[in-house]
């Protein structure tokens, strides 16, 4: 989907100059364009495990961490150009922090990339044999090969990928999403019963201890991402009065594509054999099924694959980058990993990552249940990438308060009590995933933490902790 923009001519008023031409974008372009980038499918079969719940289990992280995250970004967009690694630099006056965060941006992707393959390895099942799905060997085999494909592609520094991500939104997005529900909602006018039930009894999840709500970890990272698309608040006309009116039609817009797809999928399919990777195809199949039309099924798979292809694309050079601009300039890495190849692309960084995310992918093949080891990635990734979030959020607060007077155009209401909700529900995120999920109860707790918290001290801390103290001055390549 590509989005008008209005261009307004803008001249000096006390100097003799050529008018220069600023790029407006309409809040409502914005809205969509965020949508895009925040919204899928592929977090709807672990909430249709929830039933009717699954509106509770969305509503609640969006109130207490995507508008703060959201709103917070806006304002330190407005006022700081660089992203994360300024923000958090100049807010907590380290340079080292600002590298953590830019660093847990770039790391999370290294366990992104599998639990996304691995969802694209299944959908790919159901069009040549949906028995693949449940293969750990089958799922570490694509995993690996369409991952080193991808780095191939972006190395060549390919610019057919770049509207992948916004088009991917309508074809392997919106038109599956409102297929599958306004099919569902069929299924259900035509007498059959909702496998799940569907009364005020089941809005709330039922409590068996702590462990029967540690899903919603996986929400706060189905939500993330909203502080990439705050640096466009200065391509906003007005941004103290559209910007949150951008913010809250996306996160409208973000709960239908979240909430009515994953109630889609537990009317059709029992909460017992829901898979959390291949969920979507599930509803898919048996829906069309139903309704005799099963040949649609691989036709539809295709469009979810499509659609998660063009997203790793996108992704796939965007957070890299960003390490090795910081890199360049703090000297965090050693210079053979900030080279260039020929097309300009940080080559030798995506390989060096796909060698990780290979092994990581050996996962599949080696834990018997592919929904775990999806799970257990999903988890690993979620408490990466909120150590962002929690400098984050201490980092504006240090600001509006130290440097009041600094230029900003937008400023977040209440932004001191904003950061104080998203902060505790992050942190709060953190220590939940390191929970064992109910689904999941047969194995180790004490193996499961381990390789969550282990998973996230090694990347998320260790590696950045240690990259800082071995940098060189000769390892920097930019003033």
């Known amino acids: 989907m590509f989005f008008p923009i209005r261009e307004v001519c803008v001249s000096s008023t006390d100097m003799k100059a050529k008018p220069t031409t600023t790029a407006w974008i309409s809040w409502v372009a914005l809205a969509f364009m965020t949508t895009s980038s925040v919204a899928s499918l592929r977090s709807s079969p672990s909430m249709a495990i929830y039933g009717l719940a699954c509106i509770f289990l969305y509503v609640v992280p969006a109130i207490l961490f995507l508008l703060p995250t959201a709103l917070v970004s806006a304002e330190l967009a407005s006022g700081w150009s660089g992203g994360v690694y300024n ?18 941006q770039f790391a999370m992707t290294i366990f992104y990339y599998p639990t996304l393959l691995a969802y694209v390895a299944s959908t790919l099942a159901y069009v040549i044999n949906p028995q693949l799905a449940a293969s750990g060997v089958y799922t570490a085999i694509v995993i690996v090969v369409l991952y080193w494909a991808g780095v191939w592609v972006s190395s060549q520094g390919t610019k057919t990928v770049a509207g992948l991500s916004s088009a991917g939104l309508v074809i392997g997005t919106l038109v599956p999403g409102a297929v599958l529900v306004l099919l569902g909602i069929v299924f259900l006018a035509q007498g059959n019963p909702s496998a799940a ?23 706060f990272l189905s939500y993330s991402g909203m502080e990439m698309n705050a640096v466009h608040v200065s391509s906003l006309k007005n941004p103290a009065r559209e910007f949150p009116k951008t913010m809250f039609l996306a996160t409208g817009l973000v709960l239908l594509i979240f909430i009515l797809p994953a109630l889609a999928i537990s009317w059709v399919v029992p909460a017992g054999s829901v898979s959390l990777t291949a969920g979507v195809m599930q509803a898919f199949d048996t829906v069309f099924a139903h309704f005799d039309v099963q040949w649609l099924t691989p036709v539809f798979g295709l469009m979810l694959i499509t659609a998660s292809l063009g997203g790793m694309l996108t992704w796939l050079a965007g957070p890299s980058k960003g390490v090795l601009l910081i890199s360049r300039e703090g000297g965090y890495l050693p210079p053979v990993l900030q080279k260039l190849n020929r097309h300009g692309v940080q080559q030798n960084i995506l390989v060096a990552q796909g060698v990780v995310t290979t092994i990581i992918a050996l996962l599949y093949a080696l834990i018997p249940n592919v929904s775990s080891a999806y799970w257990i990635l999903s988890v690993i990734t979620t408490q990466i990438y909120l150590v962002v979030y929690l400098l984050m959020f201490v980092a504006a607060v240090k600001l509006r308060r130290e440097r009041p007077d600094h230029p900003r155009g937008y400023r977040a209401p209440a932004l001191t009590l904003l950061c104080v909700v998203g902060f505790a529900a992050s942190l709060a995120a953190m220590l939940i995933g390191f929970v064992p999920p109910s689904q999941f109860g047969s194995g180790s707790p004490l193996v499961y933490v381990l390789i969550v918290g282990g998973g ?12 800082i103290k071995l940098s060189k001055p000769s390892w920097r390549t930019q003033p």
């Open 87 to 104: 923000w958090v630099a100049e807010g907590l006056s380290s340079k080292p922090l600002g590298f953590l965060a830019v660093w847990c």
């Open 456 to 467: 996230l001290v090694l990347v998320g801390l260790a590696v950045p902790y240690l990259l």
């Open 197 to 219: 039930p569907m009364n005020a009894a089941h809005l709330l999840p039922p409590w068996t201890g702590i462990a029967s709500l540690v899903l919603i970890v996986n929400n």
